[in-house]
């Protein structure tokens, strides 16, 4: 049977300009599409906008503009930005489209005629921002916990749907389907939730009050409440009931969103599809946030950042690479400007970026730009290391942890980059005895970067092509996850293309500046191996920093008062990069048992660990969290 894959985003509320929250969602949706269409599957990706209810209507008020005009320009900027971020979503839905409307009381009149919806009365506490009820028990402080504003207290005859019916069974089939909602954090808090008896959910909102959603098909004073009516695009979008494509693809629907959303996808959805008799979708994957100084990145707390203005100032293939890279999909991460440059300079410019642009230049001055010929007594290292890559990254992709599919396959960058200086060609090529070696050394370097331009692609098409290109392959859409699996596949004879730099280094000026700067060479090889016992010979130790001060007429030392269960005064050269007081009350690593030296007339008694001056400065080494002072460290 063919394979398929369906892979759906939120649809984003169009009361706000879209930041990097709703891009990393849209880009992990897209990584995710590219993966399986490179893997051979028939693959569906929609993603598009919500756009009734309160929020909406309170935000064209206040722009003073009909909801449908205010809507139809919020819309048309996300539909704009996609194409630009090399979104490839097969379909955009607004849930003002006519087929969504139709569908939507399609649903309803069904849920109705079984029995589920009924008329009653409801007081609340509502969050207009999250378009809905909250317990008291879910407030904070009495306060929305997501948008901390105080919710509005609402009475009202409404229509509900006997959410409360179908507890047991979704219980049940979360309990029997353990990867249903993923990571598992997110099933456990679904679970959580499901302890408490779950009340039935106000589906309409009287016309009196709001009259800007889809008229109820059973009584016309009352509108569809905003949930109820943006789930169902899930299947609008791909022509529920009846389309060929609704038969291929809702079985195996995955939706994405961020954990702001859990409880109407984990909760609302599935039981309206069981209402409507329809099979509950197969994976609900959920992240974590972008936060910036701690909060989370919205509109409402005004600290977004934007998308477009980052991938005009650094490239779209950085701008995807870091947002993958850097977020562990389901836990939170933080923004940050400089840890990008870090990234893209570390990342990109010198492990990807240095290997592709050398060995394209020695195959150029070697061999006057031809590809080599492979040998049969070829070596086993990279092919090896690209077979063992492969397997880690499609396990990766089937698990959502993109950050560790681009480890892998940095892996095999690194390994490409350490048989070089292993092989060193230049030598190679002085001896004409050596030419066959030299040839093959070359060629095993271009294959390794066959493999990862494909590998790399879902995550930065745009570099994947232009490395495609260089290596001379005329029909860089015939590579995919099939054609890397066998060693060998680059033509030899054929010419290469050699290219501008694919990442130009960055130097970044905090100030907002940005401007190229100098190549620094790479980090050494790896040394020699040592035995555990030599290496236990070192006595590594938790210190925190009591003081710091610069020492006078130095420019690179700091003197620094630690405590490691006692006190003690080491000397560092980190004044470049490091303020005194950055650094008290820092928990930091020295090598505790280190020879006393004497700098600048002072006597250092340890020494800290810190990485060697890089691209981005010296970084030293510190602790995700707070370490007991003067722990071993091994
Ligand atoms: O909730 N970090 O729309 P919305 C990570 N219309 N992701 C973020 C984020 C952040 N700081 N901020 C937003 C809605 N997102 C409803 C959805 S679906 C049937 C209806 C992303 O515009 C993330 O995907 O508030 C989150 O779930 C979504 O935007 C919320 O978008």
Same mark, same amino acid.
């Given at each position: 049977?063919?394979?398929?894959?369906?892979?759906?985003?939120?649809?984003?509320?169009?009361?706000?300009?879209?930041?990097?929250?709703?891009?990393?969602?849209?880009?992990?949706?897209?990584?995710?599409?590219?993966?399986?269409?490179?893997?051979?599957?028939?693959?569906?990706?929609?993603?598009?906008?919500?756009?009734?209810?309160?929020?909406?209507?309170?935000?064209?008020?206040?722009?003073?503009?009909?909801?449908?005009?205010?809507?139809?320009?919020?819309?048309?900027?996300?539909?704009?930005?996609?194409?630009?971020?090399?979104?490839?979503?097969?379909?955009?839905?607004?849930?003002?489209?006519?087929?969504?409307?139709?569908?939507?009381?399609?649903?309803?009149?069904?849920?109705?005629?079984?029995?589920?919806?009924?008329?009653?009365?409801?007081?609340?506490?509502?969050?207009?921002?999250?378009?809905?009820?909250?317990?008291?028990?879910?407030?904070?402080?009495?306060?929305?916990?997501?948008?901390?504003?105080?919710?509005?207290?609402?009475?009202?005859?409404?229509?509900?749907?006997?959410?409360?019916?179908?507890?047991?069974?979704?219980?049940?089939?979360?309990?029997?389907?353990?990867?249903?909602?993923? #990571?598992?954090?997110?099933?456990?808090?679904?679970?959580?939730?499901?302890?408490?008896?779950?009340?039935?959910?106000?589906?309409?909102?009287?016309?009196?009050?709001?009259?800007?959603?889809?008229?109820?098909?059973?009584?016309?004073?009352?509108?569809?409440?905003?949930?109820?009516?943006?789930?169902?695009?899930?299947?609008?979008?791909?022509?529920?009931?009846?389309?060929?494509?609704?038969?291929?693809?809702?079985?195996?629907?995955?939706?994405?969103?961020?954990?702001?959303?859990?409880?109407?996808?984990?909760?609302? !959805?599935?039981?309206?599809?069981?209402?409507?008799?329809?099979?509950?979708?197969?994976?609900?994957?959920?992240?974590?946030?972008?936060?910036?100084?701690?909060?989370?990145?919205?509109?409402?707390?005004?600290?977004?950042?934007?998308?477009?203005?980052?991938?005009?100032?650094?490239?779209?293939?950085?701008?995807?690479?870091?947002?993958?890279?850097?977020?562990?999909?389901?836990?939170?991460?933080?923004?940050?400007?400089?840890?990008?440059?870090?990234?893209?300079?570390?990342?990109?410019?010198?492990?990807?970026?240095?290997?592709?642009?050398?060995?394209?230049?020695?195959?150029?001055?070697?061999?006057?730009?031809?590809?080599?010929?492979?040998?049969?007594?070829?070596?086993?290292?990279?092919?090896?290391?690209?077979?063992?890559?492969?397997?880690?990254?499609?396990?990766?992709?089937?698990?959502?942890?993109?950050?560790?599919?681009?480890?892998?396959? !940095?892996?095999?960058?690194?390994?490409?980059?350490?048989?070089?200086?292993?092989?060193?060609?230049?030598?190679?090529?002085?001896?004409?005895?050596?030419?066959?070696?030299?040839?093959?050394?070359?060629?095993?370097?271009?294959?390794?970067?066959?493999?990862?331009?494909?590998?790399?692609?879902?995550?930065?098409?745009?570099?994947?092509?232009?490395?495609?290109?260089?290596?001379?392959?005329?029909?860089?859409?015939?590579?995919?996850?099939?054609?890397?699996?066998?060693?060998?596949?680059?033509?030899?004879?054929?010419?290469?293309?050699?290219?501008?730099?694919?990442?130009?280094?960055?130097?970044?000026?905090?100030?907002?500046?940005?401007?190229?700067?100098?190549?620094?060479?790479?980090?050494?090889?790896?040394?020699?191996?040592?035995?555990?016992?030599?290496?236990?010979?070192?006595?590594?130790?938790?210190?925190?920093?009591?003081?710091?001060?610069?020492?006078?007429?130095?420019?690179?030392?700091?003197?620094?008062?630690?405590?490691?269960?006692?006190?003690?005064?080491?000397?560092?050269?980190?004044?470049?990069?490091?303020?005194?007081?950055?650094?008290?009350?820092?928990?930091?690593?020295?090598?505790?048992?280190?020879?006393?030296?004497?700098?600048?007339?002072?006597?250092?008694?340890?020494?800290?660990?810190?990485?060697?001056?890089?691209?981005?400065?010296?970084?030293?080494?510190?602790?995700?969290?707070? #370490?007991?002072?003067?722990?071993?460290?091994?």
């Amino acid at each position: 049977m063919e394979k398929a894959f369906y892979i759906t985003t939120p649809i984003y509320y169009v009361n706000a300009s879209p930041h990097i929250g709703h891009a990393y969602t849209t880009i992990v949706a897209d990584v995710l599409a590219r993966y399986h269409r490179l893997s051979g599957s028939r693959t569906f990706f929609l993603t598009g906008t919500d756009e009734h209810g309160d929020k909406i209507a309170e935000a064209a008020e206040k722009s003073g503009v009909t909801p449908k005009a205010y809507a139809d320009r919020i819309s048309g900027q996300f539909r704009d930005l996609w194409p630009k971020l090399t979104i490839t979503n097969d379909y955009f839905i607004r849930t003002t489209d006519t087929n969504h409307i139709e569908t939507v009381q399609a649903i309803l009149s069904k849920v109705y005629d079984a029995g589920d919806i009924y008329f009653g009365h409801y007081e609340g506490y509502y969050c207009v921002g999250c378009e809905r009820f909250y317990t008291e028990k879910e407030l904070i402080d009495g306060k929305c916990p997501d948008h901390q504003t105080e919710p509005e207290f609402r009475k009202e005859s409404n229509y509900f749907f006997k959410m409360s019916k179908y507890q047991d069974w979704l219980i049940s089939h979360i309990n029997a389907n353990p990867d249903f909602i993923r #990571p598992e954090r997110y099933r456990n808090e679904v679970l959580a939730f499901l302890r408490e008896p779950l009340e039935d959910l106000c589906i309409s909102r009287p016309k009196s009050r709001l009259s800007w959603g889809i008229t109820l098909p059973f009584d016309e004073n009352y509108v569809t409440y905003v949930w109820f009516d943006a789930l169902i695009n899930y299947i609008t979008g791909i022509g529920y009931p009846d389309s060929d494509n609704f038969r291929t693809f809702w079985p195996v629907a995955q939706h994405l969103i961020a954990k702001d959303i859990l409880k109407p996808h984990g909760i609302y !959805w599935p039981t309206m599809l069981k209402a409507a008799g329809l099979e509950p979708y197969k994976h609900l994957n959920v992240h974590g946030y972008w936060n910036v100084d701690q909060s989370k990145m919205s509109k409402s707390l005004g600290n977004v950042i934007s998308p477009l203005e980052l991938k005009d100032k650094y490239g779209l293939d950085a701008f995807r690479y870091y947002l993958l890279r850097e977020m562990v999909f389901g836990l939170d991460s933080s923004f940050s400007e400089e840890g990008f440059v870090q990234r893209v300079n570390a990342e990109l410019a010198n492990d990807l970026g240095n290997l592709v642009s050398r060995v394209t230049a020695m195959v150029m001055k070697y061999c006057k730009g031809k590809i080599p010929a492979l040998t049969p007594e070829a070596d086993a290292i990279l092919p090896d290391t690209a077979a063992r890559v492969i397997g880690d990254v499609e396990k990766s992709f089937q698990e959502l942890t993109f950050h560790k599919a681009l480890m892998s396959i !940095w892996e095999l960058i690194n390994t490409a980059n350490r048989y070089i200086v292993e092989n060193e060609p230049w030598s190679l090529a002085k001896d004409p005895a050596n030419q066959d070696r030299l040839g093959n050394v070359l060629y095993q370097l271009l294959e390794a970067i066959r493999v990862v331009a494909v590998l790399i692609s879902p995550f930065m098409p745009g570099s994947s092509g232009k490395i495609l290109t260089q290596l001379g392959i005329t029909d860089p859409e015939r590579e995919d996850f099939k054609t890397i699996r066998t060693w060998g596949g680059l033509s030899s004879g054929q010419s290469l293309q050699r290219g501008e730099a694919l990442f130009p280094r960055i130097d970044y000026k905090p100030d907002g500046g940005a401007a190229e700067i100098k190549a620094i060479p790479p980090p050494p090889p790896i040394k020699p191996e040592v035995s555990y016992e030599d290496f236990e010979k070192i006595d590594l130790r938790v210190a925190r920093i009591l003081e710091a001060e610069v020492v006078p007429k130095s420019a690179k030392l700091l003197k620094l008062k630690i405590d490691i269960g006692e006190e003690r005064t080491i000397v560092a050269g980190i004044a470049k990069d490091y303020k005194p007081e950055q650094l008290v009350g820092k928990s930091i690593v020295i090598v505790a048992n280190l020879k006393p030296a004497k700098l600048m007339g002072i006597e250092s008694r340890g020494m800290l660990l810190a990485t060697d001056t890089t691209a981005e400065g010296i970084t030293v080494l510190a602790f995700d969290r707070e #370490p007991r002072t003067g722990a071993k460290v091994r």
